[in-house]
């Protein structure tokens, strides 16, 4: 069972004074370096006084270091909304904690036993914490992915007791996407479940997403969700670029993610999100109309290749 989509139903309204962003796939690609484009238009965008946060399904430890290395000041959001961090000061690790939705442990156990009777690997995070079956071979992959240590467990369905932040559980390629359906309608208002990369199937606390913490950061700051840019680029970003204004899917996203979308970028190869925010979010109001023109005719051409012609009725 999908989880219900919700259409675009904000209009977008310009200047922009608040972009968020994904990550993994959006920023970076499998090399983890920012483009330099990327950083300039960030950095400007900055400088102007707009509103930026990072909105990743990472750990906001894991996103320090990109929030870090862009200038950025706004709260970090992590595990697809279920915490958020202020920006750290002074050169400190963590910055103070402002929300946290973690999943009731029960629910979390039963994830991780689901998990392993469809042949996924699970994980668990909680806080800034990586926790590991001990003898998971790939563990020191995933340490250096995340950019922390991870914690070995015997059992880690016996280590969960308390509440915990996030479950990920990982396959190969594609299996995490093949078995969503299958585990949206086993965890229905216990958990939400996405997929936040092609290996990785997330449980996270039921109305976690996103989207929800998206508008929370826009309330926060006092911004209309019309003048708010989001861009991502797998289905754990879905709500968030269905819930504002200037939605922005990447062009290797899912058809469900181009659907959401009211625009979208050029490839990361091309430092797409650097670019649209330059085109979007850094000239004049009728700049930045005509280049919201643009992509959305763009966006057209892609879902025209993506969608099959509806059949005439007879």
């Known amino acids: 069972m999908a989880r219900p989509f919700v259409p675009r139903s904000v209009a977008p309204a310009f200047p922009i004074r608040m972009i968020a962003l994904d990550i993994d796939g959006t920023l970076v690609d499998d090399d983890l370096a920012l483009g330099e484009r990327t950083r ?54 963590l910055g103070r904690l402002l929300r946290h939705r ?20 699970a994980h668990a995070n909680h806080l ?19 950019g922390t240590r991870a914690i070995r467990v015997r059992d880690l369905e016996d280590w969960i007791r308390h509440p915990i932040t996030k479950i ?3 396959g190969a390629p ?15 208002g216990r958990a939400d479940v996405t997929v936040a990369h092609p290996r990785f199937l997330e449980f996270v606390a039921p109305g976690v997403s996103k989207g929800q913490a998206v508008r929370w950061l826009a309330r926060r700051q006092g911004i209309p969700l019309g003048q708010v840019l989001a861009i991502g680029d797998q289905l754990n970003d879905v709500e968030m670029i269905a819930a504002v204004g200037h939605g922005t899917a990447m062009p290797q996203a899912p058809t469900q993610v181009i659907d959401a979308a ?9 430092e797409g999100a650097g670019d649209a925010i330059a085109r979007l979010a850094l000239g004049t109001v009728h700049e930045s109309r005509e280049a919201a023109r643009a992509f959305e005719d763009g966006a057209a051409v892609l879902r025209g290749r993506l969608t099959p012609p509806r059949r005439a009725s007879a």
């Open 40 to 93: 300039a238009a960030i950095g400007r965008a900055v400088h102007r006084g707009i509103h930026v946060s990072l909105v990743t399904g990472r750990m906001t430890a894991s996103a320090v270091r990109f929030a870090a290395t862009l200038g950025l000041r706004d709260p970090i959001v992590g595990y697809q909304g279920a915490l958020a961090r202020e920006m750290p000061l002074h050169g400190d690790r």
């Open 128 to 146: 800034e914490q990586l926790i590991i079956p001990a003898d998971d071979p790939q563990v020191d992959d995933y340490s250096a992915f995340l």
């Open 262 to 270: 009211r625009y979208v970028a050029l490839p990361i190869a091309e």
């Open 168 to 170: 990920v559980a990982v």
């Open 174 to 188: 594609g299996r995490p996407l093949a078995l969503l359906s299958a585990a949206r309608a086993r965890f229905l």
């Open 102 to 121: 973690p999943l009731p442990a029960a629910v979390a156990r039963d994830a991780v036993a689901w998990s392993r009777s469809v042949g996924l690997d």
